[in-house]
């Protein structure tokens, strides 16, 4: 079935420093990629995405890569600040339309 | 952002009770969602809905049953509750191509 590997499980960087996560899908068919941030105690929150055909979108501090051929799609974090602390999810929307699968989380720790 | 409002926020309960766990939107949104979330596996779709009385699997589905009787709610009902549905569920609607997903309800199975 569809899948989405999400690595690392766990990341600690300083404050100031760039963090990564990366994720891999198996469904050649998904299109759409966003990627949620969860606040301890709160839902998870649409922070960015990108769409099959664009490679790089940019927001302020956060930026998304997608490589379709290696089908895979990472979330790059600049100048960390503690408040990027948080749980990270990607997901992406395969064959069948508005059914998302999830990854399994990073846990970003951004340390002072 | 649409309204979701997720109900109890939180619920403790005994193995071999039903259970049933509501979700309501203000925004007449088509698509809903429940999404369970567990520290080894993230958040993980258990069903999902796609108008009134159209409903599908999701990668979690057994125990659970779901039922849209109204644009407006969708309920989750655990048909009879065992510890391993002790979780945090999580409502979501799709708004604008992306989810927006509600607070939760955490579950307890005792």
């Known amino acids: 079935g569809e899948n989405v590997e999400q690595h690392p499980s766990t990341l600690s960087v300083q404050e100031g420093d760039s963090a990564v996560i990366k994720c891999t899908y198996s469904?050649?068919?998904?299109?759409?990629f966003p990627w949620y941030k969860q606040e301890l105690g709160k839902g998870p929150q649409l922070i960015i995405d990108?769409?099959?055909?664009?490679g790089e979108k940019k927001d302020q501090r956060i930026a998304v890569t997608l490589n379709k051929t290696a089908k895979h799609f990472s979330l790059h974090i600049t100048e960390t600040q503690p408040e990027d602390s948080a749980v990270y999810f990607c997901?992406?929307?395969?064959?069948?339309?508005?059914?998302?699968?999830f990854g399994t989380g990073t846990r970003l720790k951004v340390l002072a | 952002d649409a309204g979701i409002t997720q109900s109890p926020r939180h619920k403790v309960t005994e193995t071999g009770t039903p259970v049933t766990l509501r979700c309501h939107q203000t925004?007449?949104?088509?698509?809903m969602y429940w999404y369970r979330q567990d520290p080894e596996h993230g958040l993980r779709l258990i069903h999902y809905?796609?108008?009134?009385?159209?409903?599908d699997k999701g990668e979690v589905s057994d125990g659970y049953s779901v039922s849209r009787s109204k644009t407006e709610d969708f309920l989750l009902t655990l048909e009879s509750a065992t510890s391993s549905q002790t979780s945090v569920y999580f409502c979501?609607?799709?708004?604008?191509?992306?989810?927006?997903f509600g607070s939760g309800t955490r579950l307890t199975v005792v």
């Open positions: 979501a609607i799709s708004e604008s191509g992306h989810l927006t």
């Open positions: 469904d050649s068919a998904s299109n759409y």
């Open positions: 990108i769409r099959s055909n664009v």
């Open positions: 997901a992406a929307m395969g064959r069948v339309v508005n059914k998302y699968i």
């Open positions: 925004e007449n949104h088509r698509y």
């Open positions: 809905s796609y108008g009134v009385k159209d409903t």
